[in-house]
């Protein structure tokens, strides 16, 4: 077969491009593998050929020059609510500005799953990935550094961590809102919280609350804990099975705003009024915080600043080795109506 | 170089799977390009020596066996906020039980960076591409329709497209809301709309709104149109522009649930009551329309149904030419508090 019959709607193979170029298969996978190891004119002939025959399915042209593929994968635990939606925004345009393209991958909050899904962006040939978290199986950023592909953990901030974390601190964050909550009188503290197993973010949100109340003198014992999936609807089914409890809580601090708004809905749907009955109080600040009715207490987390900052991270660490660069970002408390002094 | 000095953390590369398979580069490469032109011994060898040194960066094991990646990718406009979440959702859990990974990007609704997206999964190796709406330069259809990388779109469905499609109607789902509205005696209506411009759903429930106007003798001038991007401030900020117009309107029929969400918080902000003062309705039903306050008046869209139809057709399209599924999934009126009689 020589270029003459090639089939337009056929995709061109590696064969097609080395003929096209003139020079051998081998060539080509030289260029495409060990790119320095070829001179410069055979890899303008093959850079050429691609372009020309439109080669794509497993390379593209740039990659082919520069041995990077300009795409860089991210894994976050859910797309079904905005949680991650601001951050992962800002971390994308900042990508877009330095010409790289994201790929998302949601791993529903399953281990296996988001072990998969990097296998699957590396072998796509992602240039780094950001993760949410840093806890995980060491032999997943075995396989990373095996690999040489870059990663970054976001949203958690880790001293201590082997790669680089961008983010704030879980822990203080809900320990200083939990202090807050103490402050106005409360004592009989409930949380809706994500499970805790394998979510760093979530333990240590839950610790900083269980922290405060041991500093104030009430029982660690005394919190109700309540695990479920992040979701509004879940958020009301958890509030629910708090309020039929013998010892009903003054206050329901949620591991995040989704929840907390679903708490809401619930409670005013049970007849009570937040927050002289029941103060709520959330985690994020996402846009429904402020349009909650009442409007939501709830720690607000610099979303923007870490996806953007993330992203400035990982592409410095592309093509490097190593990196260290740890982001610790300030959080703030941010006081709305849902949480009011306790007073029975 | 042999074996034996291979750097562990050094990612190995075609030549290392050559070399530990005892055959030449150029059959490696035509295992990866054309399996079906390798005898099955030389290609398990090969396929051996992938697995043993996880040969990965731009092929996997699997791939190599298949010529398939079973990866699917999917573009959406938005992660912004929940509106397409569910549906993908859906589309990736019934992807996942067929053992396909699912990577997602995201678009900002400019057609511009879709189709840089679109290049990008291509060249991933994507086996297929789920894309948002039907309209949009054709030659992106002929560029995978080249690549024979199939396409499902969703979100619209369209019995004259070229490409699969599975969806709602989106201009009749606005008009049936449109005549309840009109049926409750407004006759002075706004709407909030994404830019229509390039967004086919966007502009089909405009269509909507204006022929149910037209029908009712309303005369299609009467209707103030504004644009603006998906987002609860973006919603509250358009009320109040429709809010100190001269004629205000007695409902405000939103694109999207998010609007309208973001046009109730601002409604209330500015001391009208709702639904006494004004009637706010929405579009899609997520899960933010019930806990609103008051509750949303808005179109019911099978999201997650349509999700898993949407793997289907595209999973069936796989390794296949061609596919034709065109499927028409139905939407309902969901009347809650947020619409009420017009009186004056």
Redesign the interface.
Known sequence: MNIGDTN????P???DVARFAGV???T???C???PDRVIEETRNKVLKAVREL?Y?????AR?LAAKR?N?I?AIIPT????I???G??AF?EEL?RNGT??????S?YQTD?EE??I???????ADGLLLIGYRRDPKVYEFL????VPVVAAWVFDPDADVPTVGFDNFLAMKMLAEKVISLGHRRIATITAATQGNDRASERLRGILAAMTEAGIPENDLSIIETTY???EGGVALEKLMTQQIRPSVVMCGNDVLA??A??KA?ELGLNVPADLSVTGFDDI??A??S?PPLTTVHVPHRRMGKEAARALLNMVGTTGGRTKILLETTLQIRESLAQHTD
């Open positions: 337009k709607d056929r995709t193979t590696l064969a051998s298969t081998a080509v996978s030289r495409l593998n060990s439109g794509a399915p497993n390379f593209n990659a593929t795409t994968g797309m079904e609510n905005a991650f939606a601001r992962l925004q994308q877009g393209t994201l790929l998302v991958a949601s529903s799953l998969e899904q296998r699957t962006l590396v072998s796509r040939g550094h095996r690999q040489g979701g509004i609807d708004v679903g809401i809905a005013k846009e429904i402020k349009i009715s």
